[in-house]
C-alpha cells in the first residue's frame, strides 16, 4: 500500500515536473520560442500609418527581433487605404503582407473574399485559447470571427467616452445656476436633452473662453455619433424582412435635427472640426464637454506629455479636471478598433500568426496600451485592471472603469458585406447636414443610397449577413 | 558585291539586298523600339480597360464574364456621374474664362519694359510650379475659420467677426474652389500670352496709333486676331485641366458638402479606389475619354476654320 502511495506521488510529481515548464509559459513565451525557428526571416505588417505605426516601429517591432530575430517590416497605409492595399495585395496574389491590421467592420468583406487566413487551427496549436477568454466580451464576442471562425484578434479598444470639466460640473455658482433654471443636478448628461440643457447653459455662462461641448464634425467621425444616437433613440438601419433602409424614419429625423442644433452651442466653425481640432479645444479648456476615443483622455490627463511623438498635442491646460462619464443614454459606439490578422496570401503565415499572438498576448499587449504615443487603448480585462497602468495618472482608475463600463455596453459599428459604401453614404449625408440642407431631404437620399448599395450586393446576401449582425448583443439596444 | 556607274561615270558601290532592306527599313527599326514601349504603356492599358468595361469585376468579386452593355447602362442610370459631370462643366466654365482675363491683363501689364520685369514675372509664375495638392491644403488653412488669414482681413475691413465657412457653406464653397484653381494657374495662361503678345507686329500697332485708333479697336482688330492660336492652345490645355481637375478639390472639400463639389475625376476614384467597381469605373473613364476626344475634336476644328 505504501508502495503504490509512494510510487503515485512520485507519478504526480514525475508528471507535474514534466508539465509544470509549459504551464508557466503564457502565450507571449510560446509564441516567441516557437518563432525562433524563423530567425532570419522578414514578415511585413499592414499597421495604421502615423502614430500608430510607433508601436511595431519603435517598441514591438525591435523587441520581437531581439527576442526572435525575425524581422518585422512595418507598412504605414493611411487608415482609408488600408482596405484597398490588403485586397489589392490578395488579389494580385503578390503576397507582400504576412500580418494585417484589419477594422472589424472589414471581416465579412475581406473574410469572405478569401483574404484573411483562418486563425482556429494556429490559436489550438500554440495554445492561445485561454488568453482570448480575457479580451473583453464587446470584442472578443463581436470582433473576432466571422462564420464562427476566428480571423482576427481584437487588439483596440476603441470605445467613445464622454469627457467633461470637473471643475466647472462642480463649481457651486454654476451648480446652483443650472439647478435653479432646469431643476435637476448639474452632472454627466444622461440623455441628449440633458446634454443640450448643459451645453447651452455653459455657452451662455462662459463663452467665448469656454463653449459648452465642442464635438468632431469632418468626416468620418460623426457618422459613429449618428449611429449611435440613431439606434439608441430606438431607430433601425433595416428593415430586417425586406432589406429596405429605415434610416429616413422619424428617429433619424430627430437625431438629425438634434446634431444640427446642437452646433449652436459649439464654438463658431465646429462644422469643420476634425480628431486633432476637437483635441487641442479640449486640451486649451475650451470645450467643457467632447465625445471621443480613449487618447483624449491620456493626453489630457498630461499623459506622454514629454514624448517627442506627442510634441503636436498641445499641452493640457485641463489635466486633473477631466471627468469620464458614458455617453448619453448609456451604450457609447465601439467606433472602429483594429483586429490583428494573418494575410491569406502571406508566404511565412505560422511566423506571421506568432508575431500576432506575442503582440496581443496579454504581456505584451499590456506594455502597448501603455505606451503614451501610440493609440492602442485598453481591452483586456487585465488590462483595466491592471495595477501599473490604474498608477500611471491620479485618475487611470476612474478612466479605466469607463472604458471597462463603456466597452461592455457599446454598440457595435454597422458591419455588411461592403460596408465601406454604406459608410460613405453616411459621411456625405452628415457633411450635407452641416451644409444646410434639409434633413428629411439628406435622410431619403441617404435610404436611396443604402438601398441601392443592398440591391448591388444582392438582398439576400446581405439580408443573411444582417441578420447574423442584428443578433449580436451589442446590434441594437435590448 | 555589284557596282554601277552613274551619270558622271564615277563608280558607286551598289548595297547587297541585306543591306536595301536594312537602308529601307532604317527609319522604321530606329522607332521600334519607342513605339513599342509607347503601345505597352499606353494602348495596352486602354484595350485591357476596354475590355474590363465590360466584365463585372469588383474588388471583391473578379468575375471576368462578359457582362455585355451593362456598366454602359449603369452610366445612364448613375444620377451621381451626371452631377459629378455638372460640376466639373461648372467649374470650368467659370475658372477657364477667369483664369484667361487675369493671364491676358496680367501680361498686357508686363508687355513693357519696366525695371524689374522679369524678377516680377517669375515671381508671379511661383503659384504654377507648386504642386496642386499642396496649393490646395495651402488654401484650406488660408481659409480656416479660426486661424485663417483671409478671415481675419476680411473681418478687419468689416469691423466685425466675419466668419465663414468656406469649405462647408454652399454658397462659398465654390468660389474657394474657383479662387485656388485661379491663383494657382492665371499664371500659366499669363506666360503664354506674354510671349504671344511680345509677337504681335509692332508696325501695325504703330501705324493704328498714327491713325488714332482706340485701345478697344487696336485689341478687337491687331492684337486678338494675331494671339488667337496661342488663346486656343492655351484654352484647350487648361481647359483639359479642368476637366480632369482632382487635387485642389480633393485638399479642399473631399468633394463635400455631400458630393457638392465632386467632379468626375473625384468620383471616378471614388469607385475605382475607394468603392472597387473596377469593371464600372473602367466604363466611366471610357465616357470621359469620350467626352474629351469630342470637346478636343471640336475645338481644333474650330482653330482649323479660325485659320
Known sequence: MKFRTLLGVAAILALTGVSAPAADKDAADIAVEAAKKYAGTTISIVWEAGLQSLDPLNYSGPKWEKLTGIKVKVVEVPTDQMFTKIMQDFKSGAGAYDALNVIPSWMPDLARAGALEPLDKYVDKFGYRDELQDIAAAYRDNQMQYDGKIFGFPDDGDVMLLYYRKDIFEDPKMKEGFKAKFGYELAPPKDWKQLDDIGQFITDKMAPKVYGAGFFRTAPYPQYMFQERFRMEGGKFFNADTMKSTVNSDVGLKVFKQMLAENKFMPPGVEQWNFVDNLAAFLQGTTAMTISWPPYGRWAAGYGSGEEALKWVPKSQVAGKVGYALTPLGRPELGVGFDLSVSATSKNKEAAYLFIQWLNSKKTSLERVQLPYTLRDPFRLSHYASEKYRALWPDAPAYLDTIKTSGEKGLLDLSLLQQDKYDEAMTKAISSLWAGEDPKTILDRMAQQFDAITEKVGIENQKAVYKVWAAKPGAYPQ | ?307
Open chain 2, 1 to 307: 558585291m555589284t557596282f554601277s556607274l552613274s551619270f558622271n561615270g564615277t563608280e558607286h558601290r551598289r548595297p547587297s539586298r541585306l543591306g536595301r532592306v536594312l537602308e529601307d527599313r532604317l527609319p522604321y527599326l530606329i522607332v521600334a523600339p519607342a513605339i513599342l514601349v509607347l503601345l505597352l504603356v499606353g494602348l495596352f492599358p486602354l484595350i485591357y480597360s476596354l475590355i474590363v468595361s465590360f466584365q463585372r469585376i469588383t474588388m471583391t468579386d473578379n468575375d471576368t464574364s462578359f457582362a455585355g452593355l451593362l456598366n454602359y447602362a449603369e452610366l445612364f442610370r448613375d444620377t451621381r456621374l451626371w452631377a459629378s459631370l455638372g460640376h466639373t462643366a461648372i467649374i470650368t466654365a467659370i475658372a477657364l474664362p477667369l483664369e484667361l482675363l487675369i493671364g491676358f491683363l496680367m501680361a498686357q501689364l508686363f508687355i513693357d519694359r519696366m525695371p524689374g520685369r522679369q524678377l516680377f514675372v517669375a515671381l508671379l509664375v511661383l503659384p504654377t510650379v507648386i504642386s496642386p495638392i499642396v496649393a490646395g491644403a495651402t488654401w484650406r488653412l488660408l481659409f480656416d475659420v479660426r486661424f485663417g488669414p483671409i478671415g481675419e482681413i476680411l473681418s478687419f475691413f468689416a469691423g466685425e467677426p466675419i466668419r465663414i465657412l468656406w469649405t462647408v457653406n454652399p454658397a462659398y464653397v465654390y468660389p474657394a474652389i474657383i479662387i485656388c484653381e485661379v491663383w494657382q494657374w492665371s499664371p500659366f495662361m499669363f506666360l503664354l500670352l506674354l510671349a504671344a503678345l511680345s509677337n504681335v507686329d509692332q508696325s501695325q500697332l504703330e501705324a493704328a496709333e498714327i491713325d488714332g485708333a482706340s485701345y478697344l479697336r487696336v485689341l478687337r482688330a491687331i492684337i486678338l486676331p494675331a494671339i488667337a492660336p496661342v488663346i486656343a492652345v492655351a484654352c484647350l490645355i487648361r481647359g483639359l485641366d479642368l476637366v480632369r481637375i482632382f487635387d485642389i478639390i480633393w485638399a479642399l472639400t473631399e468633394g463635400g458638402p455631400g458630393s457638392m463639389t465632386e467632379t468626375i475625376s473625384l468620383y471616378t476614384y471614388v469607385q475605382g479606389f475607394s468603392q472597387f467597381e473596377t469593371s464600372y469605373t473602367a466604363a466611366i473613364s471610357f465616357l470621359v475619354i469620350a467626352l474629351l476626344t469630342l470637346i478636343t475634336t471640336l475645338v481644333l476644328k474650330r482653330m482649323e476654320i479660325a485659320r
